[in-house]
Protein backbone atom coordinates (compact mmCIF):
# COMPACT_ATOMS: atom_id res chain seq x y z
CA UNK A 1 0.00 0.00 0.00
CA UNK A 2 3.00 2.31 0.41
CA UNK A 3 3.88 1.52 -2.73
CA UNK A 4 0.58 2.46 -4.24
CA UNK A 5 1.03 5.90 -2.46
CA UNK A 6 4.16 6.92 -3.54
CA UNK A 7 3.09 5.71 -7.09
CA UNK A 8 0.40 8.46 -6.47
CA UNK A 9 2.47 11.17 -5.83
CA UNK A 10 4.88 10.14 -8.67
CA UNK A 11 1.69 10.26 -10.85
CA UNK A 12 0.58 13.64 -9.99
CA UNK A 13 3.67 15.42 -10.36
CA UNK A 14 4.22 13.83 -13.83
CA UNK A 15 0.58 14.70 -14.72
CA UNK A 16 0.07 10.94 -15.41
CA UNK A 17 -2.55 8.88 -13.33
CA UNK A 18 -2.77 6.23 -15.45
CA UNK A 19 0.38 4.97 -13.76
CA UNK A 20 -2.16 3.66 -10.87
CA UNK A 21 -5.12 2.49 -12.84
CA UNK A 22 -4.32 -1.28 -12.37
CA UNK A 23 -4.67 -1.23 -8.84
CA UNK A 24 -7.62 -2.02 -7.08
CA UNK A 25 -9.83 0.26 -5.87
CA UNK A 26 -9.83 -0.36 -2.29
CA UNK A 27 -5.90 -0.17 -3.08
CA UNK A 28 -6.24 3.26 -4.83
CA UNK A 29 -8.63 4.44 -1.73
CA UNK A 30 -6.08 3.35 1.08
CA UNK A 31 -3.45 4.73 -1.32
CA UNK A 32 -4.94 8.35 -1.36
CA UNK A 33 -5.51 8.44 1.87
CA UNK A 34 -1.80 7.80 2.81
CA UNK A 35 -0.54 10.62 -0.21
CA UNK A 36 -2.79 13.07 1.08
CA UNK A 37 -1.14 12.42 4.87
CA UNK A 38 2.27 12.39 3.67
CA UNK A 39 1.85 15.47 1.53
CA UNK A 40 0.03 17.04 4.42
CA UNK A 41 3.60 16.61 6.92
CA UNK A 42 5.76 17.79 4.11
CA UNK A 43 3.53 20.81 3.78
CA UNK A 44 3.84 21.44 7.54
CA UNK A 45 7.12 20.81 7.90
CA UNK A 46 7.51 23.45 4.93
CA UNK A 47 5.08 26.06 7.01
CA UNK A 48 7.28 25.33 9.87
CA UNK A 49 10.65 26.04 8.62
CA UNK A 50 9.62 29.26 6.85
CA UNK A 51 8.02 30.31 10.17
CA UNK A 52 11.20 29.33 11.55
CA UNK A 53 13.20 31.30 9.13
CA UNK A 54 10.70 34.60 9.09
CA UNK A 55 11.02 34.61 12.63
CA UNK A 56 15.01 34.81 12.84
CA UNK A 57 14.88 37.16 10.11
CA UNK A 58 11.99 39.26 12.08
CA UNK A 59 14.02 40.06 14.69
CA UNK A 60 17.66 40.81 13.55
CA UNK A 61 15.74 43.57 11.82
CA UNK A 62 13.70 44.45 15.16
CA UNK A 63 17.02 44.81 17.11
CA UNK A 64 20.19 45.07 15.48
CA UNK A 65 23.37 45.36 17.03
CA UNK A 66 25.16 48.47 15.84
CA UNK A 67 28.50 50.11 16.70
CA UNK A 68 26.57 53.60 17.28
CA UNK A 69 24.22 51.93 19.68
CA UNK A 70 27.46 50.49 22.13
CA UNK A 71 28.88 51.68 25.14
CA UNK A 72 31.79 50.81 27.51
CA UNK A 73 33.37 50.78 30.67
CA UNK A 74 37.18 50.99 31.78
CA UNK A 75 39.15 49.99 35.33
CA UNK A 76 42.74 49.88 35.43
CA UNK A 77 45.02 49.26 38.20
CA UNK A 78 48.84 49.00 38.51
CA UNK A 79 48.77 46.41 41.61
CA UNK A 80 51.08 47.51 44.94
CA UNK A 81 51.85 43.81 45.12
CA UNK A 82 53.34 43.75 41.26
CA UNK A 83 55.72 47.06 42.52
CA UNK A 84 53.17 49.52 41.59
CA UNK A 85 54.23 49.55 38.14
CA UNK A 86 51.88 49.97 35.50
CA UNK A 87 52.95 47.78 31.98
CA UNK A 88 48.86 47.07 31.00
CA UNK A 89 47.54 49.53 27.89
CA UNK A 90 43.88 49.36 26.57
CA UNK A 91 42.34 51.05 23.44
CA UNK A 92 38.73 51.87 22.64
CA UNK A 93 37.37 53.37 19.47
CA UNK A 94 34.14 52.63 19.12
CA UNK A 95 33.52 54.87 15.86
CA UNK A 96 35.85 52.79 14.58
CA UNK A 97 34.71 49.51 16.07
CA UNK A 98 37.91 48.84 17.79
CA UNK A 99 38.69 47.99 21.23
CA UNK A 100 41.47 45.82 23.06
CA UNK A 101 43.99 45.40 25.92
CA UNK A 102 47.56 44.89 26.06
CA UNK A 103 49.59 43.07 28.48
CA UNK A 104 52.86 44.18 28.85
CA UNK A 105 56.24 42.20 30.93
CA UNK A 106 59.59 42.80 30.94
CA UNK A 107 58.91 46.56 30.88
CA UNK A 108 56.43 48.86 29.07
CA UNK A 109 58.26 49.74 25.61
CA UNK A 110 56.08 46.72 23.94
CA UNK A 111 52.40 47.54 24.77
CA UNK A 112 53.07 51.52 24.41
CA UNK A 113 54.39 50.65 21.32
CA UNK A 114 51.27 48.89 20.03
CA UNK A 115 49.13 51.89 21.21
CA UNK A 116 51.50 55.13 20.83
CA UNK A 117 50.26 57.23 18.36
CA UNK A 118 51.85 56.51 14.91
CA UNK A 119 51.81 56.95 11.17
CA UNK A 120 50.61 60.50 11.10
CA UNK A 121 47.08 59.20 11.63
CA UNK A 122 46.43 60.02 14.97
CA UNK A 123 45.76 56.80 15.68
CA UNK A 124 46.90 54.35 17.60
CA UNK A 125 49.38 52.16 16.07
CA UNK A 126 47.27 49.32 16.08
CA UNK A 127 44.35 50.98 14.23
CA UNK A 128 46.05 52.71 12.06
CA UNK A 129 47.45 49.71 10.97
CA UNK A 130 44.12 47.70 11.17
CA UNK A 131 42.32 50.42 8.44
CA UNK A 132 45.33 50.02 6.66
CA UNK A 133 45.56 46.62 5.82
CA UNK A 134 41.42 46.45 6.08
CA UNK A 135 41.45 48.82 3.05
CA UNK A 136 43.36 46.39 1.63
CA UNK A 137 42.35 42.92 2.15
CA UNK A 138 38.97 43.66 2.59
CA UNK A 139 38.24 40.88 5.60
CA UNK A 140 38.68 41.38 9.25
CA UNK A 141 40.27 38.08 10.32
CA UNK A 142 43.08 38.61 7.63
CA UNK A 143 43.32 41.93 8.39
CA UNK A 144 44.20 41.36 12.19
CA UNK A 145 46.39 38.68 11.46
CA UNK A 146 48.33 41.37 8.77
CA UNK A 147 48.56 43.40 11.76
CA UNK A 148 50.27 41.36 14.62
CA UNK A 149 52.86 39.83 11.18
CA UNK A 150 53.57 43.68 10.70
CA UNK A 151 53.83 44.75 14.50
CA UNK A 152 56.52 41.93 15.46
CA UNK A 153 58.24 42.48 12.44
CA UNK A 154 58.58 45.81 13.66
CA UNK A 155 59.96 45.01 16.86
CA UNK A 156 62.33 42.33 15.44
CA UNK A 157 63.94 45.17 13.67
CA UNK A 158 64.27 47.64 16.42
CA UNK A 159 64.82 45.07 19.15
CA UNK A 160 68.38 46.84 20.07
CA UNK A 161 67.05 50.24 19.95
CA UNK A 162 66.15 51.73 23.30
CA UNK A 163 62.52 52.58 23.78
CA UNK A 164 61.22 56.74 22.47
CA UNK A 165 58.95 56.80 25.49
CA UNK A 166 61.69 57.27 28.12
CA UNK A 167 60.93 53.83 30.12
CA UNK A 168 64.11 52.98 31.98
CA UNK A 169 64.20 49.45 33.93
CA UNK A 170 67.02 48.93 36.26
CA UNK A 171 68.04 52.58 35.37
CA UNK A 172 68.80 52.29 32.19
CA UNK A 173 66.20 52.88 28.89
CA UNK A 174 64.61 49.68 28.14
CA UNK A 175 65.53 47.99 25.02
CA UNK A 176 62.23 47.14 22.99
CA UNK A 177 63.95 43.55 22.24
CA UNK A 178 63.72 42.92 25.61
CA UNK A 179 60.16 43.25 26.10
CA UNK A 180 57.11 41.86 24.99
CA UNK A 181 53.11 41.85 25.26
CA UNK A 182 49.99 39.56 24.91
CA UNK A 183 48.07 41.71 22.38
CA UNK A 184 43.84 40.87 22.66
CA UNK A 185 41.60 43.13 19.73
CA UNK A 186 38.20 43.23 19.05
CA UNK A 187 36.21 44.26 15.82
CA UNK A 188 33.05 45.23 16.07
CA UNK A 189 30.54 45.31 12.88
CA UNK A 190 26.57 45.10 12.73
CA UNK A 191 25.91 41.94 14.25
CA UNK A 192 29.62 40.44 14.25
CA UNK A 193 32.45 40.34 16.39
CA UNK A 194 35.90 39.37 15.40
CA UNK A 195 38.76 38.65 18.19
CA UNK A 196 42.22 37.99 17.54
CA UNK A 197 44.24 36.96 20.58
CA UNK A 198 47.73 36.10 21.00
CA UNK A 199 49.05 35.67 25.05
CA UNK A 200 46.89 34.83 28.03
CA UNK A 201 44.03 37.70 28.13
CA UNK A 202 41.33 37.08 27.54
CA UNK A 203 37.55 38.22 25.72
CA UNK A 204 34.53 36.71 26.88
CA UNK A 205 30.87 37.70 25.69
CA UNK A 206 28.08 37.39 27.84
CA UNK A 207 24.55 36.63 27.32
CA UNK A 208 22.17 36.62 29.33
CA UNK A 209 24.25 35.80 32.57
CA UNK A 210 25.72 33.22 30.56
CA UNK A 211 29.16 33.11 28.24
CA UNK A 212 28.37 32.29 24.84
CA UNK A 213 31.93 32.56 23.67
CA UNK A 214 35.63 32.85 25.05
CA UNK A 215 39.32 33.35 24.08
CA UNK A 216 41.47 30.40 24.58
CA UNK A 217 44.53 31.67 26.46
CA UNK A 218 47.76 30.87 25.43
CA UNK A 219 49.83 28.86 28.11
CA UNK A 220 52.35 26.08 27.91
CA UNK A 221 50.63 24.20 30.38
CA UNK A 222 50.20 20.10 30.36
CA UNK A 223 47.73 18.82 28.38
CA UNK A 224 46.82 21.84 26.25
CA UNK A 225 46.60 22.28 22.33
CA UNK A 226 49.58 24.91 22.89
CA UNK A 227 51.77 22.43 24.35
CA UNK A 228 51.32 19.75 21.79
CA UNK A 229 52.18 22.72 19.24
CA UNK A 230 55.22 23.11 20.65
CA UNK A 231 56.34 20.36 21.50
CA UNK A 232 55.78 19.02 17.84
CA UNK A 233 58.25 21.81 16.97
CA UNK A 234 60.64 21.46 19.57
CA UNK A 235 60.59 17.58 18.10
CA UNK A 236 61.08 18.58 14.32
CA UNK A 237 64.59 20.80 16.12
CA UNK A 238 65.06 18.17 17.41
CA UNK A 239 65.36 20.28 20.60
CA UNK A 240 65.09 19.58 24.64
CA UNK A 241 61.55 20.14 25.90
CA UNK A 242 61.66 24.23 27.10
CA UNK A 243 58.66 24.09 29.10
CA UNK A 244 59.06 24.08 32.76
CA UNK A 245 57.33 25.39 36.00
CA UNK A 246 58.26 28.03 37.96
CA UNK A 247 55.35 29.58 39.95
CA UNK A 248 53.37 28.55 36.84
CA UNK A 249 54.21 27.21 33.61
CA UNK A 250 56.65 28.95 31.06
CA UNK A 251 58.51 28.78 28.25
CA UNK A 252 61.97 29.79 28.18
CA UNK A 253 60.97 31.75 31.10
CA UNK A 254 58.27 33.25 29.61
CA UNK A 255 54.31 32.09 31.61
CA UNK A 256 52.77 32.17 28.13
CA UNK A 257 53.35 30.26 24.92
CA UNK A 258 52.34 33.48 22.59
CA UNK A 259 53.08 36.63 22.12
CA UNK A 260 54.27 39.86 20.58
CA UNK A 261 58.22 41.15 21.02
CA UNK A 262 60.20 38.97 23.40
CA UNK A 263 63.21 39.24 20.61
CA UNK A 264 66.16 39.24 22.78
CA UNK A 265 65.23 37.20 25.84
CA UNK A 266 62.82 34.64 24.85
CA UNK A 267 62.45 33.98 20.80
CA UNK A 268 65.93 34.18 20.65
CA UNK A 269 67.17 31.79 23.89
CA UNK A 270 69.11 29.02 23.38
CA UNK A 271 66.64 26.22 24.67
CA UNK A 272 64.40 27.15 21.95
CA UNK A 273 66.88 27.24 19.01
CA UNK A 274 68.45 30.70 19.39
CA UNK A 275 67.63 31.62 16.01
CA UNK A 276 64.60 33.90 14.85
CA UNK A 277 62.20 30.78 12.52
CA UNK A 278 62.29 28.68 15.38
CA UNK A 279 62.21 30.59 17.78
CA UNK A 280 58.94 32.92 16.14
CA UNK A 281 57.64 29.30 15.60
CA UNK A 282 57.45 27.82 19.16
CA UNK A 283 56.93 31.24 21.26
CA UNK A 284 54.35 32.25 18.45
CA UNK A 285 53.07 35.92 16.83
CA UNK A 286 50.21 34.24 15.07
CA UNK A 287 46.55 35.14 16.85
CA UNK A 288 44.00 32.73 17.20
CA UNK A 289 40.95 33.99 15.47
CA UNK A 290 36.99 34.03 17.07
CA UNK A 291 33.96 34.91 14.95
CA UNK A 292 30.66 35.71 17.24
CA UNK A 293 27.41 36.61 15.68
CA UNK A 294 26.20 38.95 18.95
CA UNK A 295 22.94 40.34 20.10
CA UNK A 296 21.16 43.84 21.85
CA UNK A 297 22.10 43.53 25.54
CA UNK A 298 25.42 41.30 25.15
CA UNK A 299 28.56 42.23 27.18
CA UNK A 300 31.88 41.51 26.51
CA UNK A 301 34.39 41.77 28.84
CA UNK A 302 38.18 42.17 27.45
CA UNK A 303 40.64 41.47 30.20
CA UNK A 304 44.44 41.03 31.41
CA UNK A 305 45.11 38.25 33.41
CA UNK A 306 45.40 40.44 36.71
CA UNK A 307 41.65 39.20 36.46
CA UNK A 308 41.36 36.15 35.10
CA UNK A 309 43.80 34.42 37.44
CA UNK A 310 41.50 34.85 40.45
CA UNK A 311 38.06 35.19 38.56
CA UNK A 312 36.75 32.40 35.74
CA UNK A 313 34.66 33.38 32.65
CA UNK A 314 31.64 32.03 34.46
CA UNK A 315 32.30 33.92 37.79
CA UNK A 316 32.19 36.94 35.36
CA UNK A 317 29.01 36.17 33.86
CA UNK A 318 27.81 35.84 37.36
CA UNK A 319 29.77 39.21 38.11
CA UNK A 320 28.41 40.89 35.25
CA UNK A 321 24.66 40.22 35.75
CA UNK A 322 24.53 41.54 38.71
CA UNK A 323 25.90 44.97 38.35
CA UNK A 324 25.25 47.31 36.78
CA UNK A 325 27.05 49.11 33.60
CA UNK A 326 28.18 52.09 35.74
CA UNK A 327 29.77 50.30 38.04
CA UNK A 328 30.90 46.79 36.51
CA UNK A 329 34.49 47.54 35.32
CA UNK A 330 35.36 48.65 38.96
CA UNK A 331 33.49 45.77 40.72
CA UNK A 332 35.78 43.25 38.74
CA UNK A 333 38.77 44.98 39.42
CA UNK A 334 38.03 45.63 43.21
CA UNK A 335 36.95 41.88 43.25
CA UNK A 336 40.11 41.00 41.27
CA UNK A 337 42.39 43.06 44.48
CA UNK A 338 39.88 41.60 47.09
CA UNK A 339 41.26 37.74 45.53
CA UNK A 340 44.64 38.38 45.69
CA UNK A 341 45.45 39.30 42.24
CA UNK A 342 49.02 39.99 41.72
CA UNK A 343 49.11 41.29 38.55
CA UNK A 344 48.33 44.82 36.93
CA UNK A 345 44.57 44.76 35.94
CA UNK A 346 42.57 45.83 33.50
CA UNK A 347 39.26 45.45 32.09
CA UNK A 348 37.56 47.04 29.22
CA UNK A 349 33.64 46.46 28.86
CA UNK A 350 31.35 46.98 26.16
CA UNK A 351 27.97 46.75 26.30
CA UNK A 352 26.41 46.26 23.29
Not at 91 to 107: A, M, P, Q, W, Y
Not at 309 to 316: C, G, L, M, P, R
Not at 330 to 352: C, H, M, P, Q, W
Request: with cysteine.
Amino acid sequence: MKKCAQLIILSIFLGNVSVVSTASQEELNFGVKNCVSIMKECVADAVSAMRSTFNRVFKLKKAPVTISSAAYSVATEPNVRYGGRMEDRFIVDLKKGLCGVFDGHGGQSVSQYIVDKALDAGDARIIALFDHYFSLLGREDVALKAVFAHIEEELWKNKDKSNVFGYKKNGKLEVYGDAGSTVLLAKLTDGKLVVANVGDSRAVLIRNGKVVGATVDHTPSPHSAEEHRILRSVKKYHLSNPIFHYGVWRIAGLAMSRSLGDVNQVKMHPSIGGCKHIGQEIVSAVPDIFSWDVCKADILILATDGLWDVINSDEAASIASKSTKNDMATIFKNTALERGSKDNITVVIIFL
